[in-house]
């Protein structure tokens, strides 16, 4: 199954012609028939009307922190939502006051919601917990409260091995489920087989990290061990370092770094300030691969999928 992520913005601070500010769509269709959004800039739902994105479908929004580029998109898309045959749950993650930004958002504005909303503030640690993922938030290093969130898919019973059954004689149908669940089965004729001896090892569950506005921080490393992606903002190119301290960002490098020290296996760049323009993003570009090869920058509607099995080296 695809886990596919859109960049529906990918600049920094304010919208550009060529980057909308920070929101990234996270493709569930298959798994659970949903969506989920990290972040919901000003204008998110203006970029999701470009793309197949169907706002009733979104389940989920996780907030990183509360700077504007960053959430003056979310009033206006939950009020659109009620427009569009919206009724299920929506539940909003992040920072404390996130709760009191949608709440007073809503009431000012008298958008009356025709679906149920939860508003959950986080901590460190697990935030949610299901038969299919686990998040897990952690407070990274900015100017006001940023979080980065850690998405980790739970591993996939392994493929029933047809073949092996077919040959003692067990043809297919509902004896098939009983096998895959496991234990021990009565065949008809009398034998008894277990049914972990007919399941193939388990597929190892995808795992990324979409981390908010950063200084680089040990909290981000956490974050990001061993994942299949790392998604880390790079507002600065290396030349820029000083200005990415004072205004507790990352540059190029400094995201690279995370990703080399969590054993991440691919890296993408966004955030990206509009003070680069042209060539300037194949200049950010090298500068990362000189720490970390398997990097991209992502630009508004890129799309990448999430594979289980990566090198470095080789990109999604």
Same mark, same amino acid.
């Given at each position: 199954?695809?886990? +596919? ?8 601070? #304010? ?14 269709? /298959? ?23 169907k706002p009733r479908k979104i389940e989920k929004i996780f907030i990183t922190h509360l700077h ?9 898309l939950l009020g659109s939502r009620s427009f569009q045959d919206g009724t299920s749950l929506l ?9 009191? *930004?949608?709440? #007073? ?17 986080? +901590? ?27 998405? #980790? ?93 004072? *205004? ?9 770094? #995370? ?17 680069? /323009?042209?060539?300037?993003i194949d200049a950010l570009l090298e500068e990362a691969q000189e720490v970390f090869s398997n ?22």
């Amino acid at each position: 199954m695809n886990l +596919e992520l859109t960049f529906l913005g990918t600049g920094a601070g #304010v919208p550009a012609k060529e980057r909308n500010v920070s929101a990234i769509a996270f493709d569930l269709a /298959q798994e659970r028939g949903t969506t989920w959004l990290f972040d919901c800039g000003e204008a998110t739902q203006h970029q999701i009307l470009h793309t197949t994105i169907k706002p009733r479908k979104i389940e989920k929004i996780f907030i990183t922190h509360l700077h504007g580029d960053h959430v003056f998109g979310l009033p206006g898309l939950l009020g659109s939502r009620s427009f569009q045959d919206g009724t299920s749950l929506l539940t909003i993650y992040g920072p404390r006051g996130i709760k009191e *930004y949608v709440e #007073v958002s809503l009431r000012i504005s008298a958008t009356h919601l025709k679906y149920p909303i939860e508003i959950v503030e986080i +901590e460190d640690g697990v935030i949610f917990e299901d038969h299919q993922f686990i998040v897990t938030a952690g407070k990274l290093e900015h100017g006001i409260t940023s979080y980065g969130y850690r998405i #980790v898919e739970k591993d996939l019973k392994g493929a029933l091995e047809v073949d092996k059954l077919k040959k003692l004689g067990i043809s297919p149908g509902p004896i098939y489920q009983k096998i895959k669940a496991g234990g021990e089965i009565l065949l008809e004729d009398g034998t008894k087989i277990n049914g972990v001896d007919f399941v193939g090892p388990d597929k190892p569950g995808r795992k990324l990290a979409i981390l908010g506005d950063t200084r680089f921080n040990q909290k981000a490393i956490e974050l990001a061990d061993d994942v299949d992606l790392l998604v880390h903002e790079a507002t600065f190119g290396k030349e820029d370092e000083a200005i990415a301290y004072d *205004y507790f960002h990352s540059t190029t490098i400094g995201a690279a770094r #995370v990703a080399k020290e969590a054993k991440a296996k691919a890296l993408v760049l966004t955030h990206i300030s509009s003070r680069y /323009q042209g060539n300037d993003i194949d200049a950010l570009l090298e500068e990362a691969q000189e720490v970390f090869s398997n990097v991209s920058i992502a630009h508004d509607f890129y799309k990448l999928q999430v594979n289980r099995k990566q090198t470095e080296g080789e990109f999604l």
